[in-house]
């Protein structure tokens, strides 16, 4: 009898342990995109409006896909860290983009497309992850293409938007500053 309560018992730690894996739901991944990003029904013009009502500063867009390295090391380690989710949830809605999705969303604009066309042709993504920050008119301030190498600089690219600096210097020139004060 004892036998068989034991194998029971890990019979339903091996499935509980394994079962989220098996589905695609790593644990790191799905916290960050639980926590770090909003929930969008595809309508951003209706987005802006939201983030006007709520204060924002804009919308922040994650332009990935599910097979890319560089998006899952990012939402698994940089985009879990309390004091960058503080950061971006205070000032901005966040979404994740879906470059090569089939679902039709709407533009800022007003635009109907899929997703897939929609990063391709007007915001001509072509490699992932790419992070856009637009105002709230919908006009974009940044676009950032690649993985951030630090938790520091991914901060430094909402600071650079929210301290006014993209209106003056690239965001290379801003991060080459941002490097030399903290060495001072």
Partial sequence: MRITN???????????????????????????????????????QEELEVAKETGKKGIFMFFHMEECPFCHRMRSTIMTEPDVISLYKNNFLTFMFDIEG???????????????????????????????????????????????????????????VLDGSYQTQSFTAYKRARKLAARE
């Fill in 102 to 160: 089939s679902q039709t969303v709407v533009d800022f604009d007003g635009t109907e497309s899929t997703s897939k066309a929609l990063a391709k042709n007007k915001y001509r993504v072509r490699a992932t992850p790419v992070m856009m920050i637009f105002d709230t008119n919908g006009k974009p301030l940044v676009k950032y293409t690649g993985p951030t190498r630090t938790k520091e600089e991914f901060k430094w690219l909402a600071e650079y």
């Fill in 6 to 44: 034991v194998k029971r018992f890990l019979r339903v730690i091996l499935v509980s342990s394994f079962l989220p894996v098996l589905m695609g739901l790593s644990s790191p991944a799905w916290s960050a995109k639980d926590v770090f990003f909003d929930e969008s029904f595809g309508n951003y």
